[in-house]
């Protein structure tokens, strides 16, 4: 999916913006810098975490066995406290077992603000969700570490999933799912300017647990849920399918294209077919979505995610009609006669045309 570096300087030499001469001097020199490269191996840093992790995780079990906090205030205190250091800390160590220990006494910290808050103000388990989903929001900004704020992000994620199923109102969990949607979109089709360089290192794990929760929350609505109605599915898939005809929206004007033309008008036409076929499970629809917003963002991970998604959903699907086998059969068959027709189409479309050539 990513250019290599060597395909990405010739590719600057070919479109003018870097010289022959600048391009070999940068091949060169990239030999030198790897030689020079202080960084330590992945296992070294692996067996950093693990110790960074176990020490956490020991500290922790001496608090609770020596009782200190007898009183969910002087835990609430304390793990603002620590969680404070440990976000200051980390913006200021480069070291790798500094690092996973400043992100272990993170989660550490984060873990004693919600048993203090729960034990000192006896929350619901709404309430104590919402305030993990503030804290974790604060976290993600404060947190100058990368898996710090994947790990604060999912989090925040997973609460508002939970609130949203717990309170078991159905508008208010299709709500949440299309807020999701949205807000993948948002973060990854934002343009890098905005925001700086804290905006530039919060919005990759960010995105990529949004899209994670888009696509687990799509998941739980399969399970049977008493206070579920099927024909909300119908609502859901026309909202996620309004949400990728704007993405091809965007991504038709980021290559300067129109809806109008054949290719908008292909995208658009496909994309309402997948919905209507597809309308019990909203996530075929959500899971084409995200792998066309990381093959234009040229996400490994969001492209592995959505393949994974777009697989159990179109199973699920499958197996989950009220068909009998050779009516099933029959389905696969003309699916597959449709996508080897597009394929037909899409290889005629793009071959060079052969008219006026020498014999």
Request: glycine residues 10%; aromatic residues 8%; charged residues 15%.
């Amino acid at each position: 999916m990513r250019p290599r570096l060597r395909e990405l300087v010739q590719r600057m030499v070919d479109e003018g913006a870097l010289s022959s001469d600048d391009a070999a001097a940068l091949q060169r020199s990239l030999p030198k810098a790897a030689a020079t490269d202080g960084s330590a191996p992945w296992y070294v840093r692996l067996l950093s975490a693990f110790g960074a992790w176990l020490a956490a995780a020991l500290l922790a079990g001496f608090f609770v066995a020596a009782e200190l906090f007898k009183h969910g205030g002087g835990a609430l205190a304390f793990g603002l406290l620590l969680l404070a250091a440990a976000c200051v800390v980390r913006s200021r160590v480069r070291n790798d077992f500094a690092v996973q220990a400043a992100l272990a006494a993170a989660v550490a910290g984060e873990a004693l603000v919600l048993v203090g808050a729960d034990d000192a103000w006896h929350l619901r388990d709404q309430k104590l969700a919402l305030l993990a989903l503030a804290l974790n929001a604060a976290v993600v900004v404060a947190l100058a570490d990368p898996v710090g704020r994947f790990l604060a992000s999912a989090f925040a994620v997973g609460c508002a999933l939970f609130v949203a199923y717990d309170e078991r109102w159905e508008g208010l969990v299709i709500l949440v799912l299309l807020l999701l949607g949205a807000g993948t979109l948002a973060v990854w089709l934002a343009p890098p300017s905005w925001g700086g360089a804290r905006w530039r290192a919060i919005r990759p794990p960010l995105g990529v647990a949004l899209a994670a929760g888009f696509l687990g929350g799509l998941a739980l609505i399969l399970a049977d849920h008493p206070w579920r109605d099927r024909s909300g599915d119908v609502l859901l898939t026309a909202g996620i399918t309004a949400l990728a005809a704007c993405l091809v929206a965007w991504i038709l004007r980021a290559h300067r294209g129109s809806l109008r033309s054949e290719a908008g008008i292909v995208a658009l036409v496909g994309i309402v077919l997948l919905g209507a076929v597809g309308w019990r499970t909203p996530g075929i629809v959500g899971a084409t979505a995200v792998l066309a917003l990381g093959y234009h963002r040229r996400e490994v991970v969001l492209f592995g995610l959505a393949i994974a998604a777009f697989v159990g959903f179109a199973g699920w699907y499958y197996y989950s009609l009220e068909l009998t086998l050779l009516e099933k059969s029959g389905v696969l068959a003309l699916s597959g006669a449709v996508a080897l027709g597009a394929r037909e189409y899409l290889r005629r479309r793009h071959q060079p045309s052969q008219q006026g050539a020498p014999a």
